[in-house]
């Protein structure tokens, strides 16, 4: 298997412009990985036989306490997966910690790999986990492509309500130095961060227009749940905005812009994204 995810130089939260955002980049190898994760992956590394993978994800499974039973509520619940699965998250001294069940012994066992693996790590150290470490477990041509799917919803899921978890903290700690007679405007714009179908796009990006491209990704999946051609697509990247701007569009016309970034992003646009909305410019033309 290969051993390499998105990311090798430091991913970061970081603010630009009152927003916060994750800096990505190219490829983050297994010790990059959140300490108990690659524990994890070195341990399942070490089983040499397939089944035997196997019978440890059962056995992770039956580890995995138990979950409130107001915790198995929509909000919570993994989208896209065979079996149901709920996972919540709760913020203790800078760090994440999960909780998670399914009526499924095996994808509990999933689950309980990702509670244990992210558990006590920093919103960083988890938004930067890139899904293909499922690759370094050997345990693909042991999950069926649906579950192989949910397993990627359950990582995505996590990342999202680890955002939003950190986006809530961030803001209580602006309320506590404004205090409450601070206005409205005064508060963060909504912060964002890129999941690993945005990290893909902007690693892709920047090796054809060159590390000089300026480049925006919004993600607007969240205006189109529902959808026509939607059902049963993740419930983030489906729907992207990009803003483009590169000294590679020189003298060519809009179609031609937008025709070569289809090219760039093909196996995007036939795995998962629904939808591109673009922005091409010039450096000139984004400064007039």
């Not at 896209?80 to 069940?101: H, I, L, N, T």
């Not at 990702?114 to 693909?140: N, Y």
């Not at 000089?212 to 051609?229: R, T, W």
């Amino acid at each position: 298997c290969n051993n390499k995810f998105f990311d090798k130089r430091n991913n970061s939260i970081a603010r630009s412009n009152g927003r916060t955002q994750v800096a990505v980049t190219a490829a983050q190898d297994v010790e990059e990985l959140p300490a108990n994760l690659r524990k994890i992956v070195m341990s399942f590394q070490m089983v040499p036989d397939a089944m035997m993978r196997y019978k440890q994800l059962l056995f992770y499974a039956s580890k995995l306490k138990p979950m409130a039973a107001e915790l198995h509520s929509p909000e919570n619940k993994v989208q896209g997966c065979v079996s149901q699965v709920w996972v919540f998250p709760s913020w203790r001294d800078g760090k994440v910690f999960f909780e998670a069940d399914s009526d499924s012994q095996l994808t509990k066992g999933l689950a309980a790999l990702l509670v244990e693996g992210l558990s006590g790590s920093t919103p960083t150290e988890i938004l930067r986990v890139s899904p293909d470490f499922v690759d370094a477990l050997g345990l693909k041509q042991s999950l069926t492509p649906s579950r192989n799917n949910g397993f990627l919803n359950m990582l995505l899921l996590m990342q999202k309500k680890t955002l939003e978890l950190y986006n809530e903290q961030e803001k209580e700690k602006v309320s506590e130095v404004k205090g409450p007679s601070s206005s409205e405007e005064e508060k963060p714009e909504d912060e964002e961060c890129e999941f690993p179908v945005a990290r893909n796009i902007r690693r892709k990006i920047e090796e054809a227009l060159g590390a000089n491209v300026e480049l925006v990704i919004d993600d607007q999946s969240s205006q189109h749940a529902g959808h026509s051609g939607t059902k049963g697509l993740r419930p983030t990247e489906t729907h992207l905005s990009l803003e483009i701007v590169s000294a590679e569009f020189e003298g060519k016309n809009t179609m031609k812009r937008h025709r070569l970034i289809y090219q760039i992003l093909a196996d995007e646009l036939a795995n998962g994204v629904h939808a591109l909305s673009l922005s091409t410019k010039t450096p000139d033309e984004a400064e007039s």
